[in-house]
């Protein structure tokens, strides 16, 4: 009796101390693998990767609230024309034949560099991020230029430079009625009559009636408009007509 007694006890401990060690050896497995099948598809390079990345792009939605769609999209375009004209303006100085077409192309290079200052320093204070260039197909332009010399290169500058404006002019008529910003639609409403002048200046180019008397007496017309400015030498060379004439009556106009 004694014997059955102490063989059922001895049987007894070691199934406690095997359900114990059993015990033990999966709970420690068990966490083990869900911790680590959490961490390598939950909390590592998948599942979360994606809500950062939504993330990251509501914040910058919100960033933008403060600026319109429509006049976001606006400063983003005219940075990039604006940039192109640049860079047209700048080839034209060096590759153009005529000194009237030099001259132009010096006017747009001083009046459009000083606009899209003025458009970055807006854009920077409303969070809108412009462009690094100009559009592709501007970028072409650029290089179909580049293929040019002579009276080729200033026939095709002239072109370009008639078509762009007027696509310019016509952009900006509406963003100056339709723009939501005030200080975007400020600098529309000031840049608007610089880019008229710009027109005018490049379809008489275009008409061949762009000699250096002609753009003088454009130049001086804006001298005597501005002649209360104390500006009356301004305009006294063809380089006087890249002066920042336009620029200045677009000036007056904003200001007042």
Not at 66 to 94: C, H, N, P, Y
Not at 197 to 221: T, V
């Amino acid at each position: 009796m004694q014997s059955t007694l102490k063989l059922s006890a001895i049987a007894l401990a070691m199934a406690v101390s095997l359900g114990s060690a059993f015990a033990q050896t999966s709970g420690s497995a068990q966490p083990s693998g869900t911790g680590g099948a959490g961490t390598s598809a939950t909390g590592g390079r998948s599942a979360p990767a994606a809500p950062p990345g939504e993330g990251t792009q509501q914040r910058e939605s919100k960033k933008d609230d403060k600026v319109a769609r429509g006049d976001r999209k606006f400063i983003e375009e005219a940075a990039g024309g604006g940039m192109f004209e640049v860079q047209a303006g700048q080839l034209a100085s060096t590759r153009g034949k005529s000194p009237d077409v030099k001259s132009y192309a010096g006017m747009l290079v001083d009046q459009h560099t000083k606009a899209n200052d003025e458009l970055t320093q807006i854009a920077n204070a409303k969070g809108v991020e412009l462009p690094a260039a100009p559009p592709r197909a501007m970028r072409r332009e650029i290089e179909k230029l580049g293929k040019k010399n002579g009276d080729d290169f200033d026939k095709e500058f002239i072109k370009t430079a008639v078509k762009d404006h007027k696509d310019d002019v016509k952009d900006f008529e509406k963003a100056s009625k339709d723009l939501k910003d005030p200080e975007v639609k400020a600098w529309a409403t000031k840049t608007l009559p610089v880019l008229k002048e710009h027109l005018a200046q490049a379809q008489k180019l275009k008409d061949g009636k762009g000699s250096g008397a002609a753009m003088g007496s454009s130049g001086s017309s804006s001298g005597s408009t501005n002649a209360t400015s104390g500006n009356p030498t301004s305009g006294n060379t063809a380089g006087g007509a890249s002066t920042k004439a336009g620029g200045g009556n677009g000036a007056n106009k904003t200001g007042s």
